[in-house]
């Protein structure tokens, strides 16, 4: 099962085609669509899955749009993915990295993480037991001077979308503080952080976040790199924790998933 990857939603027939060719020549049974979608287009998307004769290969995830969150928005927002769910979506995600960084309320401040009003939507996800695939932040190196401590400096300095300057957007450690309060708050929610919620460089803090929270999981989208540098410590972790671990590839669209 490939828990994190994303396709058109709906996705054409021949799309789902060729990416189940993919999937056969890969071992894979199942992915997971986070190209989540609602409403209307929700079911659009569920209804080309139900309608291919590979409907057993790809399950849909909803959304929820965070872009004009206010007073009595979570109520709404709630009872729209509730609908979502009932109709066949089978978890919420992904939740992009916009959320705490660059999401604005309708009063103009920044779209904390945990802020009180997004409440109601993760107490849906955990009252119907469907899971949240939450991205927070990006590399913690993203977010320090661009110089040589920084180990990613040329890829900073290469890609000047990727930078977080400090005065622009929240640090690193504030994000984790607010989505590791959202994630204590919500125990009864399953949540998978993806990339490894950021902490692949650093399993022992990794640890620490299973260890205090049951209820979260991760997956390995985009951070082989990081692992492949500490093998042993890494082949332990994934022992301790295997039933933790999810495999995500996080692709897009079909011309660039990597069965092809």
């Known amino acids: 099962i490939d828990i994190h990857t994303h396709q058109p939603a709906p996705i054409s027939a021949a799309d789902f085609v060729r990416i189940v060719e993919g999937m056969d020549r890969n071992n894979?049974?199942?992915?997971?669509?986070n190209s989540g979608?609602?409403?209307?287009?929700?079911?659009?998307?569920?209804d080309a899955i139900r309608s291919s004769p590979h409907r057993d290969r790809m399950v849909q995830f909803a959304s929820v749009d965070f872009s004009s969150?206010?007073?009595?928005?979570?109520?709404?927002?709630?009872?729209?993915?509730?609908?979502?769910?009932k109709a066949g979506a089978v978890g919420l995600g992904e939740i992009s990295k916009a959320l705490g960084l660059r999401y604005r309320t309708t009063d103009g401040t920044r779209l904390r993480v945990d802020?009180?009003?997004?409440?109601?939507?993760?107490?849906?996800?955990?009252?119907?037991?469907?899971?949240?695939?939450?991205?927070?932040?990006?590399?913690?190196?993203?977010?320090?001077p661009i110089d040589y401590q920084n180990e990613r400096w040329l890829e900073l300095a290469l890609y000047p979308?990727?930078?977080?300057?400090?005065?622009?957007?929240?640090?690193?450690?504030?994000?984790?503080?607010?989505?590791?309060?959202?994630?204590?708050?919500h125990p009864k929610t399953t949540f998978i952080a993806a990339h490894f919620a950021y902490h692949a460089n650093d399993l022992a803090r990794m640890?620490?976040?299973?260890?205090?929270?049951?209820?979260?999981?991760?997956?390995?989208?985009?951070i082989l790199a990081e692992l492949g540098r500490q093998p042993r410590a890494a082949h332990a972790f994934f022992?301790?924790?295997q039933d933790r671990i999810l495999f995500g590839k996080d692709s897009f669209q079909p011309e660039e998933y990597p069965y092809f």
């Open 161 to 185: 979308d990727r930078p977080y300057p400090a005065g622009e957007f929240p640090r690193f450690e504030e994000l984790m503080e607010e989505r590791n309060r959202m994630f204590r708050k």
């Open 115 to 144: 802020d009180p009003e997004l409440d109601p939507i993760w107490e849906t996800c955990g009252r119907l037991g469907v899971p949240v695939l939450i991205h927070t932040a990006e590399p913690q190196e993203f977010f320090e």
């Open 69 to 85: 969150v206010g007073p009595g928005w979570g109520r709404k927002a709630a009872q729209q993915l509730e609908a979502d769910i």
């Open 207 to 222: 640890a620490k976040l299973f260890d205090e929270m049951p209820n979260v999981y991760t997956e390995v989208g985009a």
């Open 37 to 46: 979608a609602t409403g209307e287009r929700l079911r659009q998307a569920l």
């Open 239 to 241: 022992v301790k924790f």
């Open 28 to 33: 894979l049974r199942i992915l997971v669509n």
